[in-house]
């Protein structure tokens, strides 16, 4: 199909649509300077997946440490970041009143920066925003956490936060439980409630939009299939082909924030 024919016939279904989940990925921060996972320049080109799964984070202390200087790395752009076009694109679907929710497997909080309603953003993958000890469930900002790891105050150990919160059993007198951001690393459990809800809104969706996923990583690929099985219309939007373009009513190869804005205009025609 022609680029615009395709933009055009997506246009169509968002301009019937009621109920559009939006699922989005990694792409759709990209052109706000986050790199993603498995583009060339990705993440995964760079590090060993498998150095970060769950369990080697709970079982070795060599693997928290590479966990933390990378985060230092990841964290650094999100934190700079700004929504891009192709967050706000779809706050204008809400505003449009046609947007039930974003479900959005990012990490770096631009859905909800960019202006999305109280409710309105499902986060699969958890977020930097803050850190957990996985020991006794504290949390805390997780700005508060790099800054502890700077200053090597009393809990850090070799760039390593240890949790420092009383308890005469522990270690020194304290929890010593291992600290990690409150996002999903591989081997680790989903968020029970986020993925219940995600999948019931996508059963109820009339329209599933995929904005900048690979489409890759399981549980949460099988959200726009859910949809799809349930009569929704699926619309991909990716640089690349994903595995599910067959199933999709409409894919667009290209970027974005200028993809979604192109469809948007078109729907306002
Ligand atoms: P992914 O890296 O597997 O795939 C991203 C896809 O987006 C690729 O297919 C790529 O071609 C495409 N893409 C990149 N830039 C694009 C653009 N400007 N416009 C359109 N498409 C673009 O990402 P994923 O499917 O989200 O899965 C990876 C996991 O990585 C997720 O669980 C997520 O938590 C995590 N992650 C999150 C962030 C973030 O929060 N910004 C960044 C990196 C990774």
Request: charged share 25%; with cysteine; aromatic share 6%.
């Amino acid at each position: 199909m022609e680029p615009d024919t395709a933009l055009r016939k997506a246009a169509q279904i968002l301009a019937d649509a009621r109920r559009i989940v939006a699922f989005t990925g990694a792409g759709i921060s990209t052109e706000s300077g986050i790199p993603d996972f498995r583009s060339d320049s990705g993440i995964w080109n760079k590090y060993d997946p498998n150095d970060f799964l769950f369990q080697k984070f709970i079982a070795f202390h060599k693997n928290r440490k590479l966990y933390w200087e990378r985060s230092k790395e990841f964290y650094e752009p999100i934190l700079k970041a700004q929504p891009n076009a192709g967050h706000k694109a779809l706050v204008r679907l809400e505003q449009m009143e046609k947007l039930d929710c974003v479900v959005t497997q990012n990490i770096d909080g631009l859905h909800q920066r960019a202006g999305h309603g109280e409710g309105r953003v499902i986060e699969l993958h958890g977020t930097v925003a803050t850190a957990s000890c996985l020991k006794c469930g504290k949390q805390w900002p997780a700005a508060d956490i790099r800054k502890r790891i700077v200053e090597e105050a009393p809990g850090v150990s070799d760039g390593v936060p240890y949790c420092s919160e009383p308890d005469p059993d522990g270690p020194e007198g304290m929890c010593g439980g291992p600290i990690k951001t409150d996002t999903i690393s591989f081997g680790q459990s989903m968020p029970e409630k986020e993925t219940a809800e995600a999948f019931a809104r996508a059963r109820n969706a009339d329209c599933c939009l995929v904005v900048g996923s690979s489409l890759v990583v399981q549980p949460a690929c099988f959200i726009p299939v859910e949809a799809k099985d349930r009569g929704a219309s699926l619309i991909i939007v990716n640089r690349e082909p994903t595995p599910m373009d067959a199933m999709a009513d409409v894919v667009i190869h290209g970027s974005a924030g200028e993809s979604l804005n192109r469809m948007l205009d078109y729907v306002l025609s």
